[in-house]
């Protein structure tokens, strides 16, 4: 690749992103088109001869999607067949009846974590908060005692555990293995979830009284009758991720080795959520009643929002490739290398950063994901740090959900909150959940 003078890299990374940012903020330009753009404006800036610019969007557009374009097709069509199967409902309700009304707060926040693994924070939440609103009316609490412990177990499933979008595209770009991923995201995202899920929650449910909506109200009870079973809901989510984390640890254990070409293969993220999606197909699908021409109709319809997210995502390589390919990733590190900045601790400032100007968490983790990939000698870090320094930027790319996220707006026209009200409580709590991952993140990276 061609030699560029560094202080022009710097100025054309800070013009690209300055207009990638003006065009999402200001412009309201698509996502997409933004980091596109913003790219391309970096390698021009910064002398990239042309072929190299086209040979990085062909690169990043590439790499990206080939190790994650399936993973989220199959997640998606997965998560629908378990709403459509009564599954969340199924959990969230067994988890309250074991744990009472008393600490029912702690069975959503958990219902929430498991749930928006396989399916998206907007259609768990969707599912879900019927229940927290019929616990609040139930035991005349304020909404906010239980909806907040389902928005935190929401977010941390949807943030920091595979096979959600947002850290598989981070691992696929750090080139970890998604085993270490999905090990230290439950260990960062439960200490999140009790911190800001039911201790905030209560503190929320005491100091603001939001009454349940009045057309959930008056709303009669769904037949839990008809629900699938609880063990049969659990055992199909955790089919992925247990074949994907005995890949991992049929490698590091010797006794294991014997096993390792079999999960090798079961384990790899497409065979293992191919299984799950299959599984769920018959079980959930099947022998609940719906034909195949229904599922079909209903995983066809899940892929709908997939290809917006897929492209934002593979345009967040090109931005990867194109800091890398232009050098200025050496510039970055060597930056880096003398401020003696651990990287965990610089890809949760850079995903913070991101997610407090342009609001959506996925622009966030593309972006952080990318400058983060594209630092020399990243491969020679353990797997255990990088899937901290995934985790890192799943915590920055949570933090501060405000008037410019989507999230933000959906959370108070549920929950039927003032935006000052929604501020005080679900932008702290996403705040949290960010903060509290990044530092149990940080204290592993210590012993990795």
Known sequence: ??????????????????????????????AMISILIGAITIGLLSGMPLEEIVAAVDDGIGNTL????????????FGAILEISGGAQSIAVSLVKWFGDKKAAWALGITGLVIAMPVFFDAGLIILIPLAFSLAKRTHRSSLYYVIPLLAGLAVG???????????????MLGVDLGWVILVGVCCGTVAMIVAGPVWGAICGKKYDVPVPAHIANQEDFDESKLPKFGTIVTIILIPLVLIVMSSVTNIVPALNFLNPIFNFLGTPFVALLIA???????????????????????????????LILLVTACGGVLRYMLQYSGLGDVIGNAVANMNLPLVVLAFVVAALVRIC????????????????????????????????????????????????????????????SEKTTLKTWTVMETLVGGTGFIVALIISFFA
């Open 66 to 77: 080939k190790g994650i374009a399936l993973l989220v097709g199959l997640g998606s069509m």
């Open 358 to 417: 342009v609001g959506s968490s996925t622009v966030a983790m593309t972006m952080a994901a990318g400058i983060v990939s594209a630092l020399p000698g990243i491969s020679a870090y353990s797997p255990l740090y990088l899937a901290c320094v995934c985790a890192a930027v799943a915590g920055g790319a949570t933090v501060c959900s405000h008037f410019n996220d989507s999230g933000f707006w959906l959370v108070k026209s549920l929950v039927g909150m």
């Open 158 to 172: 949807h943030a920091f555990i595979p096979p959600t979008p947002g850290p598989v595209l981070v691992a696929t």
């Open 1 to 30: 690749m061609t030699v560029l003078d560094p202080t022009r890299l710097v100025i054309a990374a800070l013009i690209g992103l300055a207009v990638l940012l003006l065009m999402i903020i200001k412009w309201k330009v698509q």
């Open 277 to 307: 999606t299959i599984t769920a197909m018959f079980i959930l699908g099947i022998r609940h009643g719906y034909s195949m021409e229904e599922l079909e109709k209903v995983m066809t319809k899940s892929l709908e929002p997939v290809g």
